[in-house]
């Protein structure tokens, strides 16, 4: 394999235009709310609104979801692994950005390689498909530029694997859909106060309302704001979330909502790029856990708009057909100082100067449609769906590189925060294009027998891009069909067995020495497991083997002079286990827990991408004691093993296995009133981040916060 070469100095646009959707909880369609699953022939529903029962509030699992297929399943006839974050795990453990929702999610390793960039993988591959209530468009680089909240979220799904069917493109790691909260029947209204480490500060409002009298309009309203300083040096972060919806019922059968987002970033601080890994002599550097490359001078802030609207309409008793319209803007402006160079151990000299001036402009729009309903065959009835969707995307931005670049820095100076801001006008970059996607899908779930049922379908879809990303043509024009194939058998009333498989189609903008844009990437992903739901649906248990295998997937292999990463395509084979188990364990008693483990091998069969741990494990956990009612306890525990990354012959970084633990204890002052206490990194254990590249930095150490909760 390949020298992974670091990236950073090109300043290539953290949200490429058809990845606006991840920019923050924005625009797309009606919630996929939990509501219990009936039988199987009642499965494939329209994807309604419901009151959530009280014990469902503080449940650790999902009744149903659709994030698989559009289709509102069950967990255990959902012919794919499914994890589900839920807003009851999110407030007990202030999982307050997507960073730590993912890091508490089986088999997904959270990849934070800057302050305020970060990458995600499952199954040993990039994140590429984010969706919002189903909707969504893939990232083109997997990564996401910000602290991206979740004030927004009712839950998180993870579909693991190539989900062929809705997701028409991207690696086959997994699917994150983003469910995000929705008015409630009646008045409700909550409140919460956050202090932590580092003068973090933090205000969540949360009011659900009816609008009128006969209560067919309602209203739901979300506002947050963080702000405070960090463990490392010179870093301040600072975000402000709003969040509306109105939901109008015009006829018994007809739905239109429409809604509005709106996230800011203010980091003061920012790293471009992170710590030198590695001295002069190949040996591997050991900082403390606050170091920052970052100048005084330095910001990278982030806002992002949008607007979407929805019309919902049951055509009859099993059809029903939705549409979704959505408008995503977003901006981003940054100063930054990137240092690169490997140091020499004794002196400490050896480290160089990249300041760059940033600035971009995306926009998105998006249209969605898709019917789902029921057909009789062969005396037994069977679901459908259907859809298609359009998007544009537009990408506006420029690079200000500044004077000094090259500049050999002092032991101290690369650290301090000292170096002088320059005029940015040494030379200019920067992008302008568009991609233009179509999709079609079809898929209908075959009930064969009592206990048996299979899920079939094809998604096609086309690309077109124009324009140019720092001197390289992004024209292309890209197509595909991928068929999607999934088996479910009812062992028993609660235990069912599933397989299935699917193909894979990636377009890439990646480029190799040529300058010429990487083939798409292709392949075929083939899942087995077993499943089982138990105490009425409260709790799901699942195991799966996966195998999948990718032709021609972009890989770094090297820079150019003027520091531009350039790609070539290689094939690999991706295979291993997971378990999965969430929700009621006993009365009070609620978990999330999962383990993976895979293998990654490369063209020569040697072991690739081994930044990447082979075996990860997460427990999540909160119980109620039966003697104190008004007490909860709960704890954390996340664990992978040792990963590296061989940078040249001479250089391999290492990162050894670790734990991080977590816990929890909140308080019923009153019916309406809770004091919680949260601690993380119990242990200080100090660790990196991520070996993604050949830079990197440390995680938090030892921290904590206080909560004053009220609910009404």
């Known amino acids: 394999m390949s020298v992974r070469a670091t990236p950073f100095p090109v300043r290539l646009p953290a949200l490429r235009p058809v990845a606006l959707a991840i920019s923050i909880a924005l625009g797309s369609s009606m919630a996929q709310?939990?509501?219990?699953?009936?039988?199987?022939?009642?499965?494939?529903?329209?994807?309604?609104?419901?009151?959530?029962?009280?014990?469902?509030?503080?449940?650790?699992?999902?009744?149903?979801?659709?994030?698989?297929?559009?289709?509102?399943?069950?967990?255990?006839?959902?012919?794919?692994?499914?994890?589900?974050?839920?807003?009851?795990?999110?407030?007990?453990?202030?999982?307050?950005?997507?960073?730590?929702?993912?890091?508490?999610?089986?088999?997904?390793?959270?990849?934070?390689?800057?302050?305020?960039?970060?990458?995600?993988?499952?199954?040993?591959?990039?994140?590429?498909?984010?969706?919002?209530?189903?909707?969504?468009?893939?990232?083109?680089?997997?990564?996401?530029?910000?602290?991206?909240?979740?004030?927004?979220?009712?839950?998180?799904?993870?579909?693991?694997?190539?989900?062929?069917?809705?997701?028409?493109?991207?690696?086959?790691?997994?699917?994150?859909?983003?469910?995000?909260?929705?008015?409630?029947?009646?008045?409700?209204?909550?409140?919460?106060?956050?202090?932590?480490?580092?003068?973090?500060?933090?205000?969540?409002?949360?009011?659900?309302?009816?609008?009128?009298?006969?209560?067919?309009?309602?209203?739901?309203?979300?506002?947050?704001h963080q702000d405070g300083d960090s463990y490392l040096d010179r870093y301040s972060p600072k975000k402000d979330v709003a969040y509306a919806v109105v939901e109008a019922k015009l006829t018994d059968a007809t739905t239109f909502t429409v809604g509005h987002a709106y996230q800011m970033n203010k980091a003061r601080g920012g790293m471009w790029g992170a710590l030198p890994m590695y001295y002069s002599d190949n040996t591997q550097t050991d900082y403390p856990i606050s170091t920052s490359t970052s100048a005084n001078w330095s910001y990278w802030n982030t806002e992002t708009n949008s607007t979407f609207a929805e019309l919902a309409h049951r055509i009859n008793a099993d059809w029903s057909i939705r549409t979704t319209l959505t408008h995503t803007k977003a901006n981003e402006a940054s100063k930054l100082l990137y240092v690169y160079g490997t140091p020499d151990r004794a002196t400490g000299v050896g480290l160089y100067s990249y300041p760059s001036q940033y600035a971009s402009h995306n926009e998105q729009s998006l249209a969605d449609v898709s019917a789902t309903g029921k057909f009789a065959l062969g005396g037994r009835q069977h679901d459908l769906t259907f859809g298609a969707s359009w998007s544009k995307s537009r990408l506006n931005n420029v690079s200000w590189y500044g004077r000094g670049i090259g500049t050999e820095l002092s032991a101290s100076g690369a650290f301090d925060g000292t170096y002088p801001e320059p005029l940015f006008d040494a030379s200019t970059?920067?992008?302008?294009?568009?991609?233009?996607?179509?999709?079609?899908?079809?898929?209908?779930?075959?009930?064969?027998?009592?206990?048996?049922?299979?899920?079939?379908?094809?998604?096609?879809?086309?690309?077109?891009?124009?324009?140019?990303?720092?001197?390289?043509?992004?024209?292309?024009?890209?197509?595909?069909?991928?068929?999607?194939?999934?088996?479910?058998?009812?062992?028993?009333?609660?235990?069912?067995?599933?397989?299935?498989?699917?193909?894979?189609?990636?377009?890439?903008?990646?480029?190799?020495?040529?300058?010429?844009?990487?083939a798409a990437a292709k392949g075929k992903s083939l899942e087995l497991g077993l499943k089982s739901e138990l105490l009425d649906g409260r709790l799901n248990l699942s195991g799966a083997v996966f195998k999948t295998r990718q032709q021609n997937v972009a890989e770094a292999a090297g820079t150019t002079a003027d520091f531009k990463t350039i790609y070539r395509g290689v094939d690999s084979d991706s295979k291993g286990f997971e378990f999965d188990a969430s929700g009621q364990l006993a009365k009070g008693w609620q978990a999330s827990a999962g383990y993976a483990q895979l293998s990654i091998t490369g063209n020569d069969g040697k072991a690739a991408r081994t930044f990447i741990p082979r075996k990860q494990f997460h427990l999540s956990s909160t119980y109620q004691l039966p003697a104190v009612p008004k007490l909860k306890v709960g704890a954390t525990l996340r664990w992978q093993d040792q990963i590296h990354l061989a940078v040249s012959d001479a250089v391999t970084l290492r990162q050894g296995a670790y734990a991080e633990l977590g816990l929890m204890a909140s308080y019923d002052l009153s019916k309406n009133v809770s004091l919680a206490l949260n601690l993380n990194n119990v242990t200080d254990k100090k660790h990196l981040t991520s070996l993604y590249w050949d830079q990197s930095l440390y995680a938090a150490g030892r921290n904590g916060s206080a909560t004053l909760s009220w609910k009404y």
């Open 33 to 224: 709310a939990g509501q219990p699953a009936g039988d199987a022939d009642d499965a494939a529903t329209m994807q309604t609104i419901t009151v959530t029962a009280s014990h469902e509030a503080d449940a650790y699992t999902a009744r149903s979801s659709a994030s698989a297929s559009k289709m509102e399943l069950s967990l255990r006839e959902t012919p794919q692994s499914v994890s589900v974050v839920t807003r009851a795990q999110m407030d007990d453990f202030r999982l307050d950005n997507v960073n730590r929702v993912l890091a508490q999610s089986t088999g997904v390793t959270v990849e934070a390689v800057e302050t305020d960039r970060t990458y995600y993988t499952a199954r040993g591959y990039d994140i590429t498909n984010f969706q919002y209530d189903g909707v969504g468009m893939p990232l083109v680089f997997g990564n996401v530029s910000g602290d991206l909240d979740t004030a927004l979220y009712e839950r998180v799904d993870v579909v693991r694997g190539a989900n062929g069917l809705i997701s028409s493109t991207g690696n086959p790691s997994a699917t994150i859909n983003f469910v995000r909260k929705r008015p409630t029947a009646g008045l409700a209204a909550s409140a919460a106060l956050t202090l932590g480490s580092w003068n973090t500060r933090r205000l969540d409002a949360d009011v659900s309302t009816p609008l009128s009298s006969d209560g067919k309009v309602s209203a739901r309203f979300v506002l947050a």
């Open 429 to 518: 970059d920067g992008s302008q294009y568009s991609d233009t996607r179509k999709n079609a899908f079809v898929a209908a779930r075959f009930n064969l027998a009592d206990n048996t049922k299979l899920l079939a379908g094809v998604n096609a879809v086309k690309v077109d891009s124009s324009g140019s990303a720092y001197g390289v043509s992004h024209a292309k024009s890209q197509s595909d069909t991928t068929p999607y194939l999934g088996l479910v058998y009812d062992i028993n009333r609660s235990v069912s067995a599933y397989a299935s498989y699917t193909e894979i189609f990636n377009p890439q903008s990646d480029t190799d020495a040529n300058g010429q844009t990487l």
